[in-house]
């Protein structure tokens, strides 16, 4: 399978070549965090919801940085911002459940990746689903899992939380949500 939209390789850099912000001589040299953030949009990555409910409200962010750890026992992992409302709200209940986008679900990926949300009762303008255990998550997303806090690790800017999985849902049905070079993708199912 392929990427719908153009994947084509980035412009190859000589070694030693110092990168700027027009490509010709003379241009602002970046600095490495624009590098290294140049360079991790070129990985396609697929996009979750991770997502809880604390004391009555329920928080969710979208996240790229998520994995599988695991299999014995079943592990997975996602990296959230260390100031985001979600941390403590996962602290709190010791569970949280991870959304794996369909391909259809864009807008409910942006929603959950702006800034200042609060939590609220239920998910604001997107439609919500609860696992058994009661752990919110997207309405029609490709699959979700339902998972105990195994563990928390603050990493830079981020923290890393390691979830045991209790319960994995699959809908084969449908395809992946997949963010590249700064926007979101399809797979192309003929390629």
């Not at 403590?88 to 200042?116: H, K, N, T």
């Amino acid at each position: 399978m392929a990427l719908t939209e153009d994947s084509e390789h980035a412009t190859k850099w000589p070694p030693g070549a110092k990168r700027t912000v027009d490509g010709e001589a003379g241009g602002r040299q970046l600095s490495i965090r624009e590098d290294f953030k140049d360079a991790l949009a070129s990985w396609a990555s697929g996009v979750s919801i991770v997502a809880t409910r604390a004391g009555g409200l329920v928080h969710g962010v979208t996240v790229s940085s998520f994995a599988s750890l695991s299999l014995d026992p079943p592990l997975v992992i996602a990296c959230i911002a260390a100031r985001s409302r979600l941390s403590p709200m996962v602290r709190e209940a010791r569970r949280f459940a991870i959304s794996l986008l369909s391909a259809d679900q864009g807008e409910a990926s942006a929603a959950f990746a702006r800034s200042g949300r609060e939590p609220a009762p239920a998910f604001v303008g997107i439609d919500e689903d609860r696992t058994p255990s009661g752990m919110p998550v997207v309405a029609g997303a490709m699959a979700h899992l339902d998972c105990e806090l195994h563990s928390e690790l603050a990493v830079g800017d981020h923290t890393i939380l390691v979830g045991l999985v209790v319960e994995a849902v699959t809908h084969p049905d449908k395809s992946p949500l997949l963010y590249y070079r700064r926007a979101y993708r399809r797979l192309d199912a003929g390629a």
